[in-house]
């Protein structure tokens, strides 16, 4: 069974993006190189990134961190798991600013956990990322985008094109130099032409995007 190892080479996917696409390499080129993400080489827990996952959803990183520290504070532990979430009730969750179907799906969390429905680091090594997704899914308040970002920039996946994400369309809208963007649809499409470095690609596609916001920004003149 194959394994698949966090992280992938940086320059052999610049270079392969660049001669595969020469729309998106001109803006790899213009923007320059993007660096291999640091948290490829960090330890990583899944069960609790995805528990810290629910509770940034739909928040203010400020706003979460201070509850997720009220959370970490009530539980003993700096580590979401189902063990340490039984030390909890929902209504101490609730004060500490947890919304009531954040505590559902923290729960449902930690049954599927202690089930053994959740894949760990090393069986996910041998997952491909379709079964990765299909595994995780399932969670209450899990979807697809974030188990998608848990690849790209956690599992360091290679190949993951996250055609839902409005950033990643945006950015395909300002490389093609389209109307509208395009739908997820079309964008699995245009994307073949990226593989094996998908992930790479989007990574470009979302500064690609932020350029053209800035672009379209009007700058304050100065007053003599």
Same mark, same amino acid.
């Given at each position: 069974?194959?394994?698949? $190892?966090?992280?992938?080479?940086? #320059?052999?996917?610049?270079?392969?993006?660049?001669?595969?696409?020469?729309? +998106?390499?001109?803006?790899?080129?213009?923007?320059?190189?993007?660096?291999?993400?640091?948290?490829?080489?960090?330890?990583?827990?899944? !069960?609790?990134?995805?528990?810290? @996952?629910?509770?940034?959803? *739909?928040?203010?990183?400020?706003?979460?961190? $201070?509850?997720?520290?009220? !959370?970490?504070?009530?539980?003993?532990? /700096?580590?979401?798991?189902?063990?340490?979430? @039984?030390?909890?009730?929902?209504?101490?969750?609730?004060?500490?600013? &947890?919304?009531?179907?954040?505590?559902?799906?923290?729960?449902?969390?930690?049954?599927? /956990?202690?089930?053994?429905?959740?894949?760990?680091?090393?069986?996910?090594?041998?997952? @491909?990322?379709? #079964?990765? &997704?299909?595994?995780?899914?399932?969670?209450?308040?899990?979807?697809?985008? =974030? !188990? /998608?970002?848990? +690849?790209?920039?956690?599992?360091?996946?290679?190949? %993951? +094109?996250? %055609?839902?994400?409005?950033?990643?369309?945006?950015?395909? *809208? =300002? !490389?093609?130099?389209?109307? #509208?963007?395009? $739908?997820?649809?079309?964008? &699995?499409?245009?994307? /073949?032409?990226?593989?094996?470095?998908? $992930?790479?690609?989007?990574?470009?596609?979302?500064?690609?995007?932020?350029?053209? %916001?800035?672009?379209? =920004?009007?700058?304050?003149?100065? *007053?003599?």
């Amino acid at each position: 069974m194959p394994r698949h $190892t966090r992280g992938f080479d940086t #320059e052999a996917a610049f270079e392969h993006l660049s001669r595969r696409d020469r729309k +998106l390499g001109a803006w790899m080129k213009r923007l320059g190189p993007i660096e291999a993400d640091p948290r490829w080489r960090k330890r990583f827990d899944p !069960v609790d990134a995805l528990a810290r @996952a629910i509770l940034y959803q *739909q928040l203010s990183g400020k706003a979460a961190a $201070t509850i997720v520290g009220r !959370v970490e504070t009530a539980i003993g532990s /700096e580590r979401f798991h189902c063990d340490t979430l @039984a030390r909890i009730d929902d209504a101490a969750l609730r004060a500490c600013g &947890v919304s009531g179907n954040k505590t559902l799906a923290l729960r449902d969390l930690a049954l599927r /956990e202690s089930q053994g429905e959740i894949p760990d680091l090393r069986r996910m090594s041998t997952m @491909a990322e379709d #079964e990765i &997704v299909a595994a995780l899914v399932p969670i209450r308040g899990i979807g697809r985008w =974030t !188990v /998608e970002m848990m +690849l790209m920039f956690r599992l360091g996946r290679a190949d %993951v +094109l996250p %055609v839902d994400d409005l950033g990643i369309r945006k950015g395909a *809208q =300002t !490389v093609d130099k389209l109307d #509208e963007m395009p $739908t997820p649809k079309e964008l &699995v499409a245009r994307g /073949e032409r990226w593989g094996p470095y998908r $992930t790479y690609a989007s990574m470009y596609l979302w500064r690609i995007a932020d350029a053209a %916001v800035k672009a379209k =920004t009007p700058t304050k003149r100065s *007053q003599d």
